[in-house]
């Protein structure tokens, strides 16, 4: 299988040192590479790529606010020359952060990191799957357990205004709380009820319940954004399950 990977990054050096390493890895092929925030993201909308990699400071554009406005699903990896991005970078469900001058070996390492996660999420297997498991499913929990410090809260589901993928884990939101589940969000998707619980991305499941409004972008992109003020891009993968409550 080969991977299309974009490079994004307004250095120059940069870019190139990421090429060489990139050339060296047989099964990632470069599409395309982009220095703004803007280009990045109307390159992304356009190629597609599997895998990106990308830079913090940009002219223009953040390489957060590049993710806040692609509406395609590419995992990503951070190349950036300051670390203070780091646990944001993985609220975004990076797949790695590099510290620049990056090493060939540390390269390597989030590419292997980075397959790895493609080979076992690969989405239109495992939403099949899913699909199978709760075609004739009726009932779901209506409560679970969640840690929190030394106590384990049970937590009514139908509290949860949405779920976001943190590597491993999973954060869960309430009206007044947060709690990490060590569960996958795949994982948990399986006890909720699709009826109620809508995955808009890869990284992040909504309660329709306290979703305020959708967003229409002009590029076809959608946001939705929740009754708590927060906002989700919602990624063409799952477009259509928004689309089907719109009447």
């Known amino acids: 299988m080969t991977i299309t990977c974009v490079i994004i990054d307004d250095e120059q050096l940069a870019r190139e040192l990421l090429r060489e390493y990139i050339e060296q890895v047989d099964n990632i092929t470069i599409v395309g590479e982009a220095t703004k925030g803007k280009d990045a993201v109307e390159m992304i909308d356009s190629l597609k790529p599997d895998l990106i990699f990308l830079d ?19 995992y990503v990896v951070f190349t950036t020359a300051y670390d ?17 001058p990056i090493d060939l070996e540390r390269f390597q390492l989030a ?5 790895e996660r ?27 357990f969640v840690q929190k ?7 009514p589901v139908e509290e949860i205004m ?3 993928a943190s590597g491993d884990y999973t954060i869960l939101t309430t009206k007044g709380d947060q709690f ?8 948990l998707e399986e006890i909720l009820n699709p009826d109620v619980f809508i995955r808009v991305h890869r990284s992040t499941i909504i309660n329709i319940n306290f979703l305020k409004e959708i967003e229409k972008h002009f590029n076809g992109g959608m946001i939705v954004k929740m009754q708590n003020g927060k906002s989700f ?15």
Do not use: C, W
């Open 233 to 247: 891009p919602v990624s063409r993968t799952y477009a259509k399950l928004i689309r089907k409550k719109v009447v």
């Open 180 to 187: 990490v589940s060590s569960s996958g969000i795949g994982k």
């Open 162 to 164: 949405f779920l976001e």
């Open 118 to 144: 493609m080979k076992a999420e690969q989405y239109n297997v495992g939403e099949l799957l899913r699909n199978m498991k709760t075609e004739n499913k009726t009932s779901y929990d209506s409560h679970i």
């Open 111 to 115: 590419v292997k990191r980075a397959l």
């Open 149 to 155: 410090s030394e106590k384990l809260i049970n937590l």
């Open 84 to 100: 203070q991005y780091a646990i944001k970078a993985f609220e975004k469900n990076a797949v790695d952060y590099l510290l620049k």
């Open 56 to 74: 913090v400071q940009m002219p223009g554009m953040t390489g957060f606010d590049v993710l806040d406005d692609i509406t395609h699903d590419p």
